[in-house]
């Protein structure tokens, strides 16, 4: 069956980078979209952005911009997701998810989540 | 950005409870509206997509309606399973964007 399994919890200083791994398995890695959202502690879910597993095109919200980097690796059906310039509001729990359609559906399977907590 | 607003935040219910979940798009969004359903520690779970769809699995007690910017989520006789919060997401237009939630409680 589908599965998305993510890299473990990280601390992390303030300025410092994040990389987070998502592996996904038991379907065509190729042939669905991942997305990526996150959750602050006590709050609602965002959507960060979007990558094409096999051309690797993405599409992120502005939010993020010039600090989200996501890639994709198919030899190991891998898509990681790089978060720069840290602060403390960065802190959260970050989900891969896979989009069910083709880039333009809702997210069907999930990522178990990676706490990533920023403190210096 | 498209803004998505649930009503109410909480609700409180009891087992056997016929219970609705509003979402309001600040635009239409035709009908590219899913639901989830999230509980404490967990990822969320999908329930329904194209505001009406049931996702395989998803007990048939669970059912959405609405197109254009008013949607709802039904559930026609609470178990205890289903307390937990619940979240309405656009995915017409990015960035794609979620409702502030729903928290289900047992009255």
């Known amino acids: 069956q589908v599965h998305l399994v993510q890299s473990g919890a990280e601390v992390k200083k303030p300025g410092a980078s994040v990389n987070i791994s998502c592996k996904a398995s038991g379907y065509t890695f190729s042939s669905y979209y991942i997305h990526w959202v996150r959750q602050a502690p006590g709050q609602g879910l965002e959507w960060m952005g979007i990558i094409n597993p096999s051309g690797g095109d993405t599409s992120h919200a502005q939010n993020f911009q010039g600090r989200v980097t996501m890639t994709t690796d198919t030899s190991t059906s891998t898509v990681y997701m790089e978060l720069s310039s840290l602060r403390s509001e960065d802190t959260a729990v970050y989900y891969c998810?896979?989009?069910?359609?083709?880039?333009?559906?809702?997210?069907?399977?999930w990522g178990q989540g990676t706490l990533v907590t920023v403190s210096s | 950005d498209i803004q998505m607003t649930q009503s109410p935040s909480t609700l409180s219910a009891s087992v056997g409870d016929r219970v609705t979940i509003t979402c309001r798009a600040s635009?239409?969004?035709?009908?590219?509206l899913a639901w989830y359903q999230q509980k404490p520690g967990k990822a969320p779970k999908l329930l329904i997509y194209k505001a009406s769809s049931l996702e395989s699995g998803v007990p048939s007690r669970f059912s959405g309606s609405g197109s254009g910017a008013d949607f709802t989520l039904s559930i026609s006789s609470l178990q205890p399973d289903d307390f937990a919060t619940y979240y309405c997401?656009?995915?017409?237009?990015?960035?794609?964007?979620f409702g502030q939630g729903t928290k289900l409680e047992i009255k």
């Open positions: 997401q656009q995915y017409d237009t990015y960035p794609y964007t």
């Open positions: 998810a896979r989009d069910r359609g083709w880039g333009g559906s809702a997210f069907d399977y």
């Open positions: 635009q239409s969004i035709r009908s590219w």
